[in-house]
């Protein structure tokens, strides 16, 4: 964002200090203190525990930025180019709202419980084909992530890819409202803040949400082999706007697209879509729920008519964030599906889907780990992943923390005994692995981010195996 400080005080609603210099240029907006922007607007945000007021003087001193935003409530501000508002965090709000206000750009947001970065990380590849666009970097994904990243967003821009995420009711609502979406994605529902939120219908509302923001006209693009979603969206409380367009992806034949065939290797996977003819793309990634998460950004491609050849052009350029499912080639010989990132009952089974269905001459092992914020039920979402993973052709089962306990619970009297192995030992765990694994064995390491499963994953890339 390139304004100057009256017009950034019109947009977010504040008041000039004395002090400010009205026609002074400011380009960018920063929140953290540690990394100032000289030409920039520095946004003190003021939590429990933290305050960037407290930071103003220091950046001030050091020519840190070249305006800032004061919270009414904290006194004068110091001589410098200040904009007094109520509340910095719904100024910084207001402005990002503002901004796009302003210019030409077309948006398309995305929410689900799973797979909505990889679905931006492929709008993103496909769409950079024929537009100039910008897209969410990281986690910058709620309700200060998303002003940040509609302010960083170059003036040229064709298409804004902002990724939504969620805790609880109300957030994506707001983050709907700012963003104003031509298109929104839902990747799916699944068990993810069911300790937030109650229950998978309660989810469903809340990524629903999103429809609230929509352009009149605009499209929406969900999951169709959810029923909650449908259901949700006709119940009268759902807010939606004049001349929804609806599509629906997903694996049955009923959705507006679906793979009429899958073929995968250890490099990603080949499909054929209801939509697409006869000719397949390529996705350089495991496991059919990615295949649906491709789906969805087929979707969004062709509504913005990027014609197969560039479709096919973007998905060989595809670049992901973040720890997503990786394929680690261990010195040794041995292949780690490493996805320690996240770990969700829907993920979960999707990646020992992925994993059953790798081509390989050794053995399938996988090692499971906590899936965290399930609320009361969580015993019972684990138990039946032990189920899952027992009836998809998995070798051995390997489960960590006292949650895993109860997959390793779920798989016994399927799998043989002697292959469930539990453990609240990591060390242990490792040692285990270490005497048990062969070259030619394939092991996938899944859990919740707070288990930290990438230790197992980086023990097993640096250590030897003992067999």
Known sequence: MKRTIGQIASMCGGTLHAQADAERMVEGVFTDSRRPQSLGLFVPLAGERFDGHH?????????????????????????????????????????????????????????????????????????????????????????????????????????????????????????????????????????????????????????????????????????????????????????????????????????????????????????????????????????????????????????????????????????????????????DGLTVLNDAYNASPASMKAAIQTLSAYQTSGRKIAVLGDMLELGAEEKQFHEEIGRFAAKHNIEALFTYGALGASIAQGAQGTMPTANVHAYTDKQKLIQHLRSYLHADDIVLVKASRGMRLEEIVDALKNGPLQN
């Open 55 to 331: 930071y103003v003087q220091q950046i001030v001193s050091e020519g840190g930025a070249t305006a800032y935003l004061w919270q009414k409530d904290h006194g004068t501000p110091p001589s410098v180019n200040a904009i007094e508002v109520e509340d910095t965090l719904e100024a910084l709000q207001h402005l990002a709202a503002a901004y796009l206000r302003e210019t030409d750009v077309s948006v398309v947001g995305i929410t689900g419980s799973n797979g909505k970065t990889t679905t931006k990380d492929i709008v993103n590849a496909l769409l950079g084909t024929t537009f100039k666009v910008h897209k969410t970097e990281g986690n910058y994904n709620n309700h200060i992530g998303l002003p940040l990243t509609v302010l960083s967003m170059p003036q040229d821009t064709d298409i804004l890819i902002l990724e939504m995420g969620m805790s609880g009711r109300g957030e994506i609502r707001l983050l709907a409202n700012i963003a104003q979406p031509d298109v929104a994605v839902i990747t799916n529902i699944g068990e993810s803040h069911l300790l937030q939120l109650g229950s998978r219908t309660e989810i469903a509302r809340a990524k629903l949400e999103i429809a609230s923001g929509i352009k009149s006209g605009g499209l929406l693009i969900y999951n169709g082999d959810e029923p909650l979603l449908p259901q949700v969206l006709a119940e009268p409380e759902t807010v939606k706007p004049e001349g929804l367009k609806l599509f629906t992806f997903g694996l049955a034949a009923d959705n507006d697209d679906y793979p009429i065939e899958i073929t995968s290797d250890e490099e990603g996977s080949s499909f054929i879509t209801a939509q697409s003819g006869q000719e397949a793309f390529r996705l350089p990634l495991l496991g059919q729920h990615n295949v649906v998460n491709g789906l969805a950004a087929l979707a969004v491609a062709r509504h913005f008519n990027v014609d197969a050849d560039h479709i096919r052009k973007g998905l060989s350029s595809l670049k992901l964030t973040g720890m997503r499912i990786e394929v680690v080639k261990c010195s």
